[in-house]
């Protein structure tokens, strides 16, 4: 069955500290991933997707995140925090069986950042 | 705001009550999905539509829960005879069709929050 593991529920960081959230997915076929950000009271927000080509997708606010298919991962990085980046993170896959259109979340990955 | 708009925000019922949750898209989507989002997990697919046709219903939880979209704008979720492990929070989101070789998007609501005591 398809699923998306998270690998860290709860990240504490100061600010300026850089960031690695990792996520690995189970799936068979062709991917589409994402990573979706919900800050407190607010909506689930698309933080950036990657479909096909560069492995390595720059989303908003500086955020990046690499696509390594050998190892089922779509790790979510940024060098340096900001205390607005305290937020709820969510790694999602959607694959062609699907027609791209269910996405899978991961658990989510609950961020504080300490001024 | 444009963005996807959910109603009502807050629904608290009593076991056993029905409950029916409305959602209206963005204008130019004709994808809408249904997720429900329990603590500390991450989103759950449901159900999704494209226009008013309901192309994979094999999420829902149970018999008790349904959605409609009449006619390929808003769309309605209802839970019958509501038990209080229904209490989550329940998303919707809209998208564009997919594209060649990959999907668009989802965008998402602010979600109804439903308690059943």
């Known amino acids: 069955a398809q699923s998306v593991s998270q690998h860290n529920h709860h990240v504490i960081l100061s600010e300026a500290a850089s960031l690695e959230l990792g996520c690995n997915y189970s799936?068979?076929?062709?991917?589409?991933l994402f990573w979706y950000v919900q800050y407190p009271g607010q909506h689930l927000q698309l933080l950036l997707k990657?479909?096909?080509?560069?492995?390595l997708v720059k989303g908003i606010k500086g955020f990046e995140a690499e696509f390594i298919k050998s190892k089922f991962s779509f790790n979510l990085r940024k060098p340096s925090v900001q205390w607005s980046d305290t937020a709820e993170y969510f790694c999602?896959?959607?694959?062609?069986?699907?027609?791209?259109?269910?996405?899978?979340f991961g658990a989510g990955t609950r961020l504080a950042v300490h001024p | 705001d444009t963005g996807v708009s959910q109603d009502p925000r807050h629904k608290i019922t009593k076991r056993g009550q029905n409950v029916t949750f409305r959602c209206d898209p963005i204008s130019e989507h004709n994808r809408l999905y249904w997720y429900r989002q329990t603590l500390g997990q991450g989103p759950e697919f449901l159900t999704y539509f494209q226009n008013e046709a309901q192309l994979e219903k094999s999420r829902l939880l149970s018999d008790r829960f349904s959605a409609e979209r009449p006619k390929g704008s808003f769309s309605t979720l209802e839970i019958q005879r509501t038990e209080q492990g229904d209490s989550a929070m329940y998303l919707c989101a809209s998208s564009l069709p997919s594209g060649q070789g990959g999907g668009s998007p989802l965008h998402f609501g602010n979600g109804t929050r439903l308690t059943v005591t």
């Open positions: 990657y479909f096909s080509g560069d492995p």
């Open positions: 999602a896959v959607s694959g062609i069986s699907g027609g791209y259109n269910k996405l899978i």
């Open positions: 799936y068979g076929g062709t991917v589409n």
